[in-house]
């Protein structure tokens, strides 16, 4: 069911709960999805569909992929490796690591008379998928630029009025900052000597400067 429709009916049902007197309707009425929004802010939500928007709309490649997110396959319950490209207990690398995590472990479509795509778009440009295969350095700017296009194509497709732009922008300048400082207590070694020598070489977070990007956020 669209979020639209699937939300109007949450409204009626609570409606009618309400008319019939039926306290506890609302908890009733509210699926597990539904419920669950209220784990995720706004911010990480916006930040996890810009994301996956971008990267099927790009029809990004599995080779890009797997240099952004080499550790999904290694992924566990029990197994937890390193995110490369990723800054641990970052607020915004949460969601757009969770972007490009799910997009990797997308189903090919269903019925496609034998073809099997997964992805709407035919690729990155040249520069982009040369930009990943470089330095780690190259890479997380490449990141950054692919993350920018993403959020900034949501911002201007996304029904915000010049407030709640605002306010978004805001929040997410927040969130970067809260990131950033993430990465600077792994850079003093706070998370141990193995993440320090890790992130040593990193100016800043790839995926926060995509996100809430100023001039600061650059490469040398
Ligand atoms: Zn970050």
């Known amino acids: 069911m669209k979020r639209a ?22 908890a009733d009425a509210l699926t597990d999805d539904a419920a669950a929004k209220g784990k995720y802010s706004n911010e990480h939500r916006f930040v996890f569909y810009a994301i996956l928007e971008g990267l099927y709309e790009d029809g990004v490649p599995a080779e890009a992929i797997n240099l952004i997110v080499p550790d999904v396959d290694a992924m566990a319950d029990s197994k937890r490796p390193d995110r490369t490209n990723f800054v641990e207990s970052c607020p915004l690398c949460t969601p757009a690591f969770e972007a490009f995590r799910t997009y990797k472990l997308r189903p090919v479509f269903y019925g496609q ?18 930009g990943l295969r470089g330095s780690p350095s190259v ?7 692919m993350i920018e296009d993403y959020v900034g194509r949501r911002l201007e497709t996304t029904a915000l009025d010049d407030e709640e732009r605002m306010d978004m922008e805001l929040r997410l ?12 207590r792994v850079k003093r ?6 993440l320090k020598k890790v992130y040593a070489g990193w100016k800043f977070c790839p995926n926060c400067a995509g996100i809430a990007p100023d001039s600061q956020d650059e490469e040398d």
């Open 5 to 26: 429709a699937c939300e109007k009916l949450i409204v009626v049902v609570i409606t009618l709960g309400a008319l019939m007197g039926n306290g506890n309707i609302r």
């Open 189 to 194: 070694g706070e998370k141990g000597e193995t």
């Open 139 to 145: 890479r997380r700017e490449t990141i950054r630029s």
């Open 173 to 184: 300048e927040d969130m970067k900052k809260d990131g950033h400082s993430a990465l600077a």
């Open 113 to 130: 008379g034998g073809t099997k795509f997964s992805t709407f778009g035919f690729g990155v440009s040249a520069e982009r998928m040369k």
